[in-house]
Nanobody
Framework: QVQLVESGGGLVQAGDSLQLSCAASGRTFSSYVMGWFRQAPGKEREFVAAITWSGGSTYYAEFVQDRFTISRDSAKNTVYLQMNSLKPEDTAEYYC????????????????WGQGTQVTVSS
């Protein structure tokens, strides 16, 4: 059974950094794209970043503006989202997801999801 488990969220101040982790298990992910999405209260889930598990190609939402970096450690089956210069508008539940469509920014194209980790940025 596929499991994606996020961790690393928390309460920080504007300008601080956080690193989110997503531990994947239950299958071989070498052909998958791993994505990070976020959802704020009352808003739709939105794409943040994605990375191909095998080749390391990365994709980012425009609002990231070089503040976030997605990476993966194949040996640990873990994907990371390093978030720097956090802003209050980054406050949301952050989700890890796995899919098969290269570069997809659409949540419906991701087959597997984690339970989410809350990130709260105070001003």
């Amino acid at each position: 059974q596929v499991q994606l488990v996020e961790s690393g969220g928390g309460l920080v101040q504007a300008g601080d950094s956080l690193q989110l982790s997503c531990a994947a298990s239950g299958r071989t992910f070498s052909s998958y794209v791993m994505g990070w999405f976020r959802q704020a209260p009352g808003k739709e889930r939105e794409f943040v970043a994605a990375i191909t598990w095998s080749g390391g190609s990365t994709y980012y939402a425009e609002f990231v503006q070089d503040r976030f970096t997605i990476s993966r450690d194949s040996a640990k089956n873990t994907v990371y989202l390093q978030m720097n210069s956090l802003k209050p508008e980054d406050t949301a539940e952050y989700y890890c997801a796995a899919g098969l469509i290269l570069g997809s920014r659409w949540a419906y194209q991701y087959a597997y999801w984690g339970q989410g980790t809350q990130v709260t940025v105070s001003s």
